[in-house]
């Protein structure tokens, strides 16, 4: 248990100004209303005082007790309870088992001596059900046995309204409403007075202690229970607080939220209801009265009154944080919600929750110091302020006065342990990140941000180009010379570019890459500036440094033109301009061309033939005896021949010329392809290159998207120079036999049989013959079908054209064309099935016209 000085005990009333030196007379009640301070004595004395608080320079509170008047009642025995009324001006004196009613002020009793008789015990009901303003409601503890009675007080009449029995005789009651909540010889009970319904809490010895029952709140109760606790009950029966723990030998309770008060034989003793801990002791000898009266607490010896001055809560809180009692703190602060204006509680709570975040933080729990400042809606600068240097030096922030921490800088709360401070700047980093794209980061992202990138290029942080590369808010002059100082040039490239600055992130980048200064934070840095010109919208900035990069890599820095997105191609990048400037670098120029004719498909002849050249060019510098290798060779072979045979674009004849000679017979043939000299081609092939699967690949690729026609002749050429006149050989006889067979379709077998030498057999045309045959049988039946449907149709036209002779048709000068309403004037006419009859011209021009009326579908 750990102390809180919640309360200070201050006496009110000495022994001298109550009873001066008469030694046998006690106090046996207290009351106070207001400024009004009733005393009851034990000679049936009642004494009014007035009280008036004062607050001396220390903070401390002095009372200093006035008295007014005393007045004797009349009896022989004690005074003892006393009630005010203040709606009625009256005061309730409970003395020899009666009520009486004084006057307030006068301590007169009403003139009409109205008094309630055969009352044990009462309490007043402070949520009264009548209704009446002009009355209070008293219950009573009768005299009679088992018996409650509820009556209306008057000013100077009293009316009886209820009596209920009880199961047995009631000790002591408090009243809310229509419940009773009573304390009998064995148990506490709940009871509506107003239905009969009653509920058991729970069971007590009344021989052993002194039942306490005491109306804390609207319908709730604090009862002293068995084993020393404090039990709170409300009028369904039932507890929504955990009881405290108090002594077993209580006098008396009260409550000045949110403690629980407890008076025993020799102390005081404060208990919280929020976390149920005792707070607090005070010795205080021969008590016997503890009771509080609107907040202000007052315990009563026999012969003096002192009052319980609480002390704030905001300093309770305070001190609490100040001893880093962080947990008690915080149930404090949120406890006394209901004790101080809403607006006023939120401003007080959020500062304590920022305290004891900081407190939190100076002791390293960030998870705990996070949840608190976020809840406590800290102004995150407050934090950064802790680490020197991080805030810009264009922030206006100033920190919150009072202070929320005793800490100068993060040195001091760390006392220069760097373990303890890379730790508060991970931290620190983890909380900026999550707190950037929130409410509470709004009007200061410029710090936030800041502050992240300084602490992310101190640590060398990954998230350092995240930050940078995504929308934020980093302030240019305080983090350039930072990201500088740390020697992070990539990222200082990075917020030159978030800041519209390329010029000046592309030269940075460059510097990286040429090595005049050091970063290795990209390996591919040079590939980086490819792409980042690549899809740059600054011409003059491309141009600027398309020289570099080409000259670092012809194949990669063409890039920043082959890849370039085709909106972006417009106006500043012309493909004669960048030709132009590629003719520096022939790598870079052949990789340009390709994208221009392979990817772009531009059909400018241009291109196409300067493509052509450059492979050209580069095969007769690759003919063997040069420094090239076969595979290499290989490849610049095949992109031209496959550019001559895809593209329409170049000049044939130009290059046609370039070719003769230099020993390239492929090219060549498919050039005169090309030019549809396809004996020369094919000669080519065959002849010179002995490529036989190449002629027969000539003949598929000339004949591609032409009629059968076109593809028979160019088949039955290819045959013709396997069987033509000179000297034969035995691969043109295997090559010609290989055609017939695997193309039978694309030959007309008549001619080939003539061209045929007797000396072959059947079996080694087997294959071609078959095709052949079934190809014609193919043929010749299905002209056959075509036949019979052309006999079946006009078959068909012939029975129509009968049916249309065997009825009569009537023409006379009389009779008019269906489409242009005139008579007929010759005997011509055209007459539709349904019988219409028209002039010839004009169902002629009815077939060209399709608008015209149609008086038939068919003539």
């Known amino acids: 248990?750990?102390?809180?000085?919640?309360?200070?005990?201050?006496?009110?009333?000495?022994?001298?100004?109550?009873?001066?030196?008469?030694?046998?007379?006690?106090?046996?009640?207290?009351?106070?209303?207001?400024?009004?301070?009733?005393?009851?004595?034990?000679?049936?004395?009642?004494?009014?005082?007035?009280?008036?608080?004062?607050?001396?320079?220390?903070?401390?509170?002095?009372?200093?007790?006035?008295?007014?008047?005393?007045?004797?009642l009349g009896f022989k025995k004690a005074v003892n309870e006393l009630r005010a009324a203040s709606a009625l001006s009256r005061l309730l004196v409970l003395c020899d088992g009666c009520i009486s009613l004084v006057h307030m002020l006068s301590l007169e009793p009403v003139p009409s001596g109205a008094r309630i008789k055969g009352a044990a015990a009462f309490a007043l009901n402070e949520n009264p059900v009548s209704g009446d303003p002009f009355c209070v409601e008293v219950c009573i503890i009768s005299v009679k046995r088992r018996t409650i009675q509820v009556f209306l007080v008057y000013e100077d009449r009293v009316q009886i309204v209820?009596?209920?029995?009880?199961?047995?005789?009631?000790?002591?009651?408090?009243?809310?409403?229509?419940?009773?909540?009573?304390?009998?010889?064995t148990q506490y009970i709940i009871l509506n007075y107003s239905t009969g319904a009653s509920q058991d809490l729970f069971p007590y010895c009344s021989e052993e202690k002194r039942p306490i029952v005491k109306r804390i709140g609207r319908q709730e109760f604090l009862l002293a229970g068995p084993g020393g606790l404090g039990m709170f009950a409300t009028v369904a029966g039932i507890s929504q607080r955990a009881p405290v723990h108090w002594s077993e030998n209580v006098i008396g309770a009260a409550v000045?939220?949110?403690?629980?008060?407890?008076?025993?034989?020799?102390?005081?003793?404060?208990?919280?209801?929020?976390?149920?801990?005792?707070?607090?002791?005070?010795?205080?000898?021969?008590?016997?009265?503890?009771?509080?009266?609107?907040?202000?607490?007052?315990?009563?010896?026999n012969k003096g009154v002192y009052i319980l001055v609480p002390r704030p809560l905001e300093e309770q809180v305070q001190g609490l944080l100040a001893s880093h009692r962080v947990e008690e703190a915080l149930v404090l602060a949120k406890g006394a919600r209901r004790n101080i204006p809403k607006e006023k509680f939120q401003v007080m709570y959020r500062r304590v929750l920022q305290q004891a975040g900081f407190i939190q933080f100076a002791q390293l729990q960030f998870l705990e110091a996070k949840e608190l400042f976020r809840s406590g809606q800290l102004d995150v600068r407050e934090l950064i302020s802790l680490y020197p240097f991080l805030l810009p030096t264009s922030s206006s922030f100033t920190r919150s006065h009072p202070p929320l921490h005793e800490y100068a800088d993060l040195n001091q709360l760390t006392q220069g342990d760097q373990e303890k401070v890379?730790?508060?700047?991970?931290?620190?980093?983890?909380?900026?990140?999550?707190?950037?794209?929130?409410?509470?980061?709004?009007?200061?992202?410029?710090?936030?941000?800041?502050?992240?990138?300084?602490?992310?290029?101190?640590?060398?942080?990954?998230?350092?180009?995240?930050?940078?590369?995504?929308?934020?808010?980093?302030?240019?002059?305080?983090?350039?010379?930072?990201?500088?100082?740390?020697?992070?040039?990539?990222?200082?490239?990075?917020?030159?570019?978030?800041n519209k600055q390329d010029a000046a992130a592309v030269q940075l980048w460059v510097n990286i890459v040429n090595g005049d200064v050091q970063d290795a934070t990209r390996s591919d840095l040079y590939e980086y500036v490819v792409d980042f010109l690549t899809y740059s919208l600054d011409s003059d900035l491309v141009w600027t440094y398309a020289d570099w990069v080409l000259q670092k890599s012809q194949e990669v820095g063409v890039q920043v033109f082959t890849k370039r997105p085709l909106d972006n191609q417009q106006g500043s990048f012309n493909p004669d301009d960048i030709i132009t400037c590629l003719k520096k670098y022939p790598r870079a120029l052949v990789k340009y061309l390709e994208h221009l004719v392979m990817d772009r498909r531009l059909q400018r002849e241009e291109y196409h033939t300067h493509l052509a050249m450059l492979y050209l060019d580069e095969v007769l510098q690759q003919k063997p005896g040069a420094d090239a290798t076969g595979a290499a060779v290989t490849e610049t072979r095949a992109k031209l021949r496959h550019l001559l045979q895809k593209s329409d674009s170049y000049r044939v004849h130009f290059l046609l010329d370039r070719i003769r000679g230099a020993g390239l017979p492929m090219e060549s043939a498919i050039l005169h392809g090309k030019l549809e000299q396809h004996e020369d081609a094919l000669r080519i092939l065959v002849h010179e290159l002995a490529d036989f699967p190449a002629a027969e690949d000539y003949c598929l690729w000339r004949s591609e998207g032409r009629d059968p026609p076109y593809r028979q002749r160019l088949f039955h050429l290819l045959l013709a120079l396997y069987l033509g006149p000179g000297p034969s050989s035995t691969e043109l006889t295997v090559a010609a036999v290989d055609l017939l067979?695997?193309?039978?379709?694309?030959?007309?077998?008549?001619?080939?049989?003539?061209?045929l030498p007797g000396s072959w057999s059947v079996q080694l045309l087997c294959p071609f013959l078959t095709g052949a045959v079934r190809d014609s049988i193919h043929a010749r039946r299905t002209t056959q079908v075509a036949v019979g449907l052309a006999k079946s149709e006009n078959l068909i036209y012939k029975y129509d054209k009968?049916?249309?002779?065997?009825?009569?048709?009537?023409?006379?000068?009389?009779?008019?064309?269906?489409?242009?309403?005139?008579?007929?004037?010759?005997?011509?006419?055209?007459?539709?099935?349904?019988?219409?009859?028209?002039?010839?011209?004009?169902?002629?021009?009815?077939?060209?016209?399709?608008?015209?009326?149609?008086?038939?579908?068919?003539?």
């Not at 009333?13 to 007379?25: P, S």
């Not at 301070?37 to 006035?66: I, M, N, Q, R, W």
């Not at 983090?479 to 990539?490: G, Q, T, V």
């Open 162 to 185: 209820r009596e209920v029995s009880t199961p047995e005789q009631p000790l002591a009651v408090a009243v809310d409403g229509h419940f009773l909540c009573l304390a009998l010889s």
């Open 802 to 859: 009968m049916k249309l002779k065997g009825s009569s048709v009537r023409l006379s000068d009389k009779k008019l064309c269906q489409l242009c309403q005139t008579p007929f004037s010759e005997p011509a006419f055209v007459r539709f099935p349904n019988g219409g009859l028209v002039h010839t011209h004009c169902a002629a021009s009815r077939h060209t016209n399709p608008r015209s009326p149609s008086p038939g579908a068919r003539t």
């Open 422 to 498: 890379t730790r508060c700047k991970r931290f620190l980093m983890s909380y900026l990140n999550e707190v950037r794209s929130t409410e509470m980061a709004n009007g200061y992202k410029e710090d936030v941000d800041t502050a992240l990138l300084k602490l992310y290029a101190e640590a060398d942080h990954d998230s350092l180009l995240d930050l940078l590369v995504t929308e934020n808010f980093c302030l240019l002059t305080d983090s350039a010379a930072w990201l500088e100082k740390h020697k992070k040039y990539f990222a200082l490239g990075l917020l030159y570019h978030y």
């Open 256 to 301: 000045c939220f949110p403690y629980v008060i407890a008076l025993d034989d020799e102390f005081i003793t404060v208990h919280s209801m929020l976390d149920q801990q005792q707070k607090q002791t005070l010795p205080f000898k021969e008590g016997h009265i503890l009771q509080d009266f609107e907040g202000r607490v007052i315990v009563a010896t």
């Open 1 to 72: 248990m750990m102390s809180t000085k919640a309360f200070t005990l201050v006496p009110a009333v000495e022994r001298e100004q109550l009873m001066g030196d008469r030694e046998r007379v006690s106090l046996e009640c207290v009351e106070c209303c207001g400024r009004n301070l009733y005393l009851g004595t034990s000679d049936c004395f009642v004494y009014h005082f007035l009280l008036e608080e004062k607050t001396l320079p220390a903070g401390t509170a002095t009372f200093t007790a006035t008295r007014q008047l005393h007045r004797h």
């Open 741 to 755: 067979n695997r193309h039978a379709a694309e030959f007309d077998a008549a001619q080939v049989l003539q061209l």
